[in-house]
């Protein structure tokens, strides 16, 4: 069999605990991003819903106009 050398015994990866801690730094920073979008989009929402409910109502006015012009008519 092949002798393996001491050099490469000595080589080590992660441990496990220090694999945990940067997954748990990585989900950490995730979530405070996740807020941060939150808080700009919000305000995005709102102005779509405004301008939505703008949109309808004036629909239904052309709509409730047109028709009693057709009641009259024309």
Same mark, same amino acid.
């Given at each position: 069999?092949?002798? %393996?050398?001491?050099? #490469?015994?000595? *080589? #080590? @990866?992660?441990?496990? *605990?220090?694999?945990?801690? *940067? +997954? @748990?730094?990585?989900?950490?920073?995730? @979530?405070? %991003?996740?807020?941060? %979008?939150?808080?700009?989009?919000?305000?995005?929402?709102?102005? #779509?819903?405004? %301008?939505?409910?703008? +949109?309808?109502?004036?629909?239904?006015?052309i709509s409730l106009s047109e028709s009693k012009l057709a009641d009259i008519g024309?």
């Open positions: 069999m092949r002798k %393996v050398s001491k050099q #490469r015994l000595n *080589v #080590r @990866g992660f441990t496990l *605990v220090e694999m945990l801690i *940067v +997954v @748990g730094i990585i989900i950490i920073l995730a @979530g405070a %991003v996740a807020l941060g %979008v939150s808080d700009v989009l919000n305000p995005a929402k709102n102005a #779509r819903n405004s %301008v939505s409910k703008r +949109v309808l109502s004036e629909s239904k006015s024309f």
